[in-house]
């Protein structure tokens, strides 16, 4: 129904910058409904960044001040801007889109960031 392909992840310094990348192709979704989750080694998959229903950018604490996520309606794309990147930054991170009535992940894309 829906794919989600990630681009963007790699291998950075300490203080370094990434943008992380997310198109969703097959049937039409609202990019509204897309945000961002990580999942570090040992630890459970966490929220991010994501949209509210009012259009407004929800981040998580840990992230609060360093990332942005935007969004491209006409393409149905999600980007997640990363900056000062920090060692506990370190994490596969999956794009994620609610289509009624299922939800889609990407792929997954790793982000090592380096002591």
């Known amino acids: 129904q829906v794919l989600l392909t990630e681009s963007g992840g790699g291998l950075v310094q300490t203080g370094g910058s990434l943008r992380l990348s997310c198109a969703a192709s097959?049937?039409?979704?609202?990019?509204?409904?897309m945000a961002w989750y990580r999942q570090a080694p040992g630890k459970q998959r966490e929220l991010v960044a994501s949209?509210?229903?009012?259009?407004?950018?929800v981040y998580a604490d840990s992230v609060k001040g360093r990332f942005t996520i935007s969004k491209d309606n006409a393409k149905a794309t999600v980007y997640l801007q990363m900056n000062s990147l920090k060692p506990e930054d370190t994490a596969v991170y999956y794009c994620?889109?609610?289509?009624?009535?299922?939800?889609?992940w990407g792929q997954g894309t790793q982000v090592t960031v380096s002591s």
């Open positions: 994620n889109v609610r289509h009624w009535p299922l939800d889609y």
């Open positions: 097959g049937s039409r979704v609202s990019a509204n409904a």
């Open positions: 949209f509210t229903s009012g259009g407004s950018t």
